[in-house]
């Protein structure tokens, strides 16, 4: 390895260090002025960027509608529960009184069928 100064251990040794002062402020690459309406109307023009919003808001759109869906689905089960909760006496009550009336037929044509068979 020549040219690079190593250490007793064989570890380079910097010959020249890194100044650590921070760039002068001419050197260092001036940020865009989002103020700048033009600049602004210019980024938006800007075929990436507008993919980009287009990304976006295709996103934003099936996070809101994933949102409202939830959010429906959770408010009806809840008023479904409720509302079979509120009644659960009474349709217990009418689908006994349905099964009374339509018992007699039932074994009537259950008794038939056992004689056919």
Known sequence: ????????NGIPVLEQPLDT??????????AADLRDEARIEALLQNESVAR?????????????????????KEEIN?????????GA??????????LELALPQLLAEVATQADKG
């Open 1 to 8: 390895m020549d040219g690079i100064k190593l250490d007793e």
């Open 21 to 30: 002062a921070t760039p002068e402020p001419a050197a260092q690459e001036k």
């Open 52 to 72: 980009l919003l287009d990304d976006l808001t295709e996103d934003l759109h099936k996070l809101v509608s994933w949102k409202i869906e939830n959010f429906l």
């Open 78 to 86: 809840r008023l479904v529960h409720e509302a079979t909760e509120q």
């Open 89 to 98: 006496a009474r349709l217990s009550e009418d689908i006994r009184v349905q």
